[in-house]
């Protein structure tokens, strides 16, 4: 005489559950690490991507933390001297935090670009703050497009504000260090343009 094989629905359905769950958290996760990825090449193809071509200005975003522009920012500053002695832009917008600003104003001055043609955004906390700031800026003095000279890890976002803000916006980085050579700037870079896609700021 045979025993009635006792069976356990319950557990099989929980087997289930967690399996279709493990292959969800599989998925998320992969899906995540694509993204990642392809943020991470999208930020170092645009920080040696230079597009810069007559525009309404030069837009020139820092944050310094010291009492003098680091040899990158040094750079941005002499980058869109060259875009205003070349002819491309006729106006430099600054735009950063309080250290910044004056910094960036001077150097620029002792580097002969008149200081008429400068407009300074106020002080802003943040880069997607300080380009909202200067996309404002730039519309109230009629400027419709603008070349970028942002720092290359941060390229990517500077862009993207930008346009998102309604101007039509050109990269051209100063190109003094490869961001290939700092992982930790494309790190870097890549939270920043995440951040702000998936939050705003």
Known sequence: MGYPVTRHPRLKIVTRALISLGRGLATVLTGALLLLALTAAMVVVQSGRDEARPAGAALVPGEAFDSALTPEQQAQCDHAVTLYRRGMVSRVILTGNIMFLPLARQYLIDQGLPPQTLLVVGESASLVEGMRAAAD??????????????????????LKVARDEGLTAYGSPSGVVSIVETPSAVAGGTWRYLTYVFVGR
């Open 137 to 158: 800026v730039a519309r109230t003095q009629g400027i419709s497009s603008v070349v970028v000279v942002a720092e290359p890890p941060a390229m990517l976002t500077a």
